[in-house]
């Protein structure tokens, strides 16, 4: 695929293409829309196949921040960067302080966070370089807790819609990814005496989530075909396909990983299934707007009832899919959208 054809394609306004060999930093930094607001999106770090590999999954990252940010109400576009390379590594201050530089140079268009592979200390040095990054020490922080539990109510609000009830009592939970967010998500589901499910690629973190919280262990490629009645991606994206969804035998799928749908017909496919999916960027919206929260000076726990009204928000996408007869993730759409479009009538793009 061509580098414009996909920047076209997902209608992206900047891409940036960042080096500094000295720091043996290579990263990519995409600006997806910026009517609203700012874009803000975090810094995924990951030992990618291919550069455009990684170019893929920025361009898509940063689509889903501009949705998740219109659904949320939040006056943010939508952004993201990722930095190719082993996120294990220990040598950390001069490459994310080579990242911080290049944020700095868009003076603002771009707000980074932590994400995958990244940790509140690696913000702080981008905050050496840069004053355009959030979830820093002594601020907001890790925007992990909150983002588990917006995820949490949003599961909640998924059994409200197909059992006619929010308790998650008894309910057999399989959890994809126990990092930050998965461990955290899974202490909510296992205080409402859930069933736990539990997978991840290391298996120290698989142990701890065995041990803390009683739940079942499972190999990384067997999740998928786990009997349970609902099924939370916290991991990678791309994980609805073609190649998992013939061993769905979930009636809900509700978790916090980005993109989970590696097609958006794989949306229409859930939902002929009879499969009730709520869209990522609306249930994991949680550490977007504790970010938010940070830049507009919000106590931590004003940014949590913000995550709780998540709920609220899902069980109106539910009914406008109902009422439309069209799946979830194009209900979704429709409403980050209209509230663009809204904005963008009354607004210049934000400069």
Same mark, same amino acid.
């Given at each position: ?36 607001? #700012? ?177 079942? #262990? ?134």
């Amino acid at each position: 695929m061509e580098i414009f054809e996909l920047i076209c394609e997902h209608e992206l306004e900047q891409v940036v293409f960042c080096y500094e060999p000295t720091a043996n930093y290579r990263g990519i930094i995409a600006i997806h829309n910026t009517t609203l607001g #700012p874009a803000l999106g975090g810094t995924r770090f990951w030992n990618y196949r291919s550069d455009l590999e990684a170019l893929i999954d920025v361009v898509r990252l940063a689509r889903g921040m501009t949705y998740k940010a219109a659904v949320a109400g939040l006056n943010l576009g939508g952004g993201k960067s990722v930095i190719i390379g082993d996120p294990k590594t220990t040598r950390r201050e001069m490459l994310f302080r080579a990242h911080g530089r290049f944020v700095e140079s868009l003076k603002g268009r771009y707000i980074t966070a932590e994400d995958v592979g990244t940790s509140v200390e690696d913000m702080d040095y981008v905050h050496m370089e840069t004053e355009y990054v959030t979830g820093i020490a002594g601020r907001s922080g890790d925007p992990s807790p909150v983002t588990a539990y917006g995820t949490y109510r949003g599961i909640q609000a998924c059994a409200r819609e197909r059992y006619g009830k929010e308790s998650l009592k008894g309910l057999r939970i399989a959890v994809q990814g126990l990092g930050h967010v998965g461990f955290h998500l899974c202490e909510h589901l296992a205080s409402e005496d859930a069933t736990l499910v539990v997978t991840d690629i290391d298996e120290e973190k698989l142990q701890r989530a065995v041990q803390a919280f009683g739940a079942e #262990p499972v190999t990384p490629d067997k999740i998928y075909a786990v009997k349970a009645e609902i099924f939370a991606p916290c991991a990678l994206g791309a994980v609805i396909n073609d190649q998992t969804i013939p061993q769905f035998r979930f009636e809900v799928i509700a978790g916090a990983a980005n993109n989970q749908l590696a097609e958006e017909r794989h949306g229409d496919v859930l939902a002929q299934k009879g499969i009730l999916y709520a869209p990522d960027y609306v249930i994991n919206a949680g550490g977007l707007i504790n970010v938010y929260g940070e830049l507009n000076g919000w106590s931590p726990d004003r940014a949590l009832r913000k995550a709780g009204e998540i709920y609220e928000t899902l069980g109106q996408l539910f009914e406008l899919a109902r009422e439309q007869g069209i799946p979830t993730h194009e209900a979704a759409d429709r409403l980050a959208e209209r509230r663009i479009d809204q904005v963008a009538r009354i607004q210049r793009t934000w400069v």
